[in-house]
């Protein structure tokens, strides 16, 4: 069973917006890190968007003013808004938050978003 499962992703025009979705069944407090990644072919996975005790948050250059990330706090599914995407913000996006409960990093499986020109 899933314990992060990323929807949300799609095809979508330069210029367009998509909300991605991570729903967690995983014990998860307010106060733990919560992130985005995303990874092309023959790339490593890059971090896109970190949030931290519900409301400190950091974002990779490339999509600061564009992108924004909202945790769990205290619900079973976090969000990461992405406003005028670009052709290289083509990905498959992967959430991943680490559980102070059991001292634990999950990830979840990723979803594809693909920006056309």
């Known amino acids: 069973q899933a314990q992060l499962l990323e929807s949300g992703g799609g095809l979508v025009q330069a210029g367009g917006s998509l909300t991605l979705s991570c729903a967690t069944s995983v014990t998860v407090y307010s106060t733990d890190t919560m992130s985005w990644y995303r990874q092309t072919p023959g790339n490593e996975r890059e971090l896109v968007a970190t949030v931290t005790n519900g409301d400190f948050t950091r974002y990779a250059d490339s999509v600061k003013g564009r992108f924004t990330i909202s945790s769990f706090n205290g619900k079973n599914t976090a969000y990461l808004r992405m406003n005028s995407l670009k052709p290289e913000d083509t990905a498959v996006y992967y959430c991943?938050?680490?559980?102070?409960?059991?001292?634990?990093?999950?990830w979840g499986q990723g979803t594809q978003v693909t920006v056309s020109a």
């Open positions: 991943n938050v680490y559980s102070s409960y059991d001292q634990r990093l999950y």
